[in-house]
């Protein structure tokens, strides 16, 4: 079946330095999402991505799809405190399911 | 936006009672519901698919009998562990999506997670 894989697993950095997590899918998805989950907190939408090289921001996060269509990254610059947490990526697994990477840990040193 | 309520957010049962999680779309209708398992520090792992009227679809390796999943109307679904067990520990979440208006996908909106204790 379909996998969504995502690296790294963990990453942590200090306060104002960058962070990038990467996904990648065996197969051609028709657009992904990224999630964030606080410590203790439950998934939250940050955005989806429709199109082959699509681009989005959301003030310090960069969101990037693949040409092709197979892989995605969330960068976010500058990171604060207030980014703490894991960050999922998500494709479609029919049927209206989700598929999720494994998710990266940031942490962060403030 | 939408939001989908859990309930409870923490349960600590004995083992082999069991435990029933309800989980509400609050402000949309929704036919179809997803339950989901976390391990500490780990991914979303789909258990079943919850949808209303019918029979829930679980995935591979996820026993029916175990978790029992009830669709009785289009905002309410419920996970129950049944005789519950230390190794059932876990982080339970449920979650809903609106149905597109044109097609595609829409977010996924999640439960607030259930955190079960079985001791």
């Known amino acids: 079946g379909q996998q969504v894989m995502q690296i790294p697993q963990y990453q942590h950095v200090q306060e104002g330095e960058d962070f990038t997590t990467y996904c990648n899918s065996s197969t051609t998805l028709s657009n992904i999402q990224w999630y964030k989950q606080r410590p203790g907190g439950h998934p939250v939408f940050l955005i989806q991505?429709?199109?082959?090289?699509e681009v989005k921001k959301q003030k310090r996060l960069t969101f990037q799809f693949g040409e092709a269509k197979k892989n995605s990254s969330l960068h976010i610059t500058a990171t604060q405190t207030t980014d703490v947490g894991t960050y999922f990526c998500a494709g479609p697994g029919g049927a209206q399911k989700l598929v999720f990477g494994q998710g990266t840990r940031l942490t962060i040193n403030p | 936006g939408a939001v989908v309520s859990q309930h409870p957010s923490r349960v600590i049962c004995k083992s082999g009672t069991s435990v029933k999680i309800e989980c509400r779309s609050l402000d949309f209708q929704a036919t179809t519901m997803f339950w989901y398992r976390q391990f500490p520090k780990k991914s979303l792992m789909l258990m079943a698919t919850?949808?209303?009227?019918?029979?829930?679809?679980?995935e591979q390796g996820v026993e029916k009998d175990k978790f029992l999943i009830n669709h009785a109307s289009l905002t309410l679904s419920t996970l129950t562990v049944t005789s519950a067990h230390p190794e059932d520990s876990s982080f339970y979440i449920c979650?809903?999506?609106?149905?597109?208006?044109?097609?595609?996908?829409?977010?996924?909106?999640f439960g607030q997670g259930t955190r079960l204790t079985v001791v």
């Open positions: 919850s949808n209303e009227g019918s029979k829930a679809t679980y």
């Open positions: 979650s809903a999506r609106k149905l597109p208006r044109r097609g595609g996908d829409t977010e996924a909106f």
């Open positions: 991505l429709v199109k082959s090289g």
